[in-house]
């Protein structure tokens, strides 16, 4: 079970335990497991980016340098924004 997932669409739940969510009370709460099978993470776009993102070492020697190796870093910076927009997965 997604327990992200379970979280963010069951805000009541405190705890779970053995694919089961239980809310403060310990009362068990009732999961669509196909709903949260479907949830899609909006936040999973930025542990793609910081992957391919050029390290921040190379990112400040472009900008330290400027001229064209800045814009050529800003370049491959955008092609992973645009690879990997807000919120898709």
């Given at each position: 079970m997604?327990?992200?997932?379970?979280?963010?669409?069951y805000s009541n739940v405190v705890t779970i335990r053995n694919n089961?969510?239980?809310?403060?009370?310990?009362?068990?709460?009732?999961?669509?497991?196909?709903?949260?099978?479907?949830?899609?993470?909006?936040?999973?776009?930025?542990?793609?980016?910081q992957a391919e993102y050029p390290s921040i070492t190379d990112q400040l020697?472009?900008?330290?340098?400027?001229?064209?190796?800045?814009?050529e870093m800003l370049a491959k910076v955008q092609a992973v924004k645009t690879k990997y927009p807000k919120g898709a997965s």
């Open positions: 997604n327990h992200k997932a379970v979280r963010a669409l089961e969510a239980f809310d403060a009370q310990d009362n068990k709460i009732e999961i669509n497991i196909t709903t949260v099978n479907a949830w899609v993470d909006p936040e999973a776009y930025k542990g793609l980016r020697d472009a900008l330290w340098k400027g001229g064209d190796a800045a814009t």
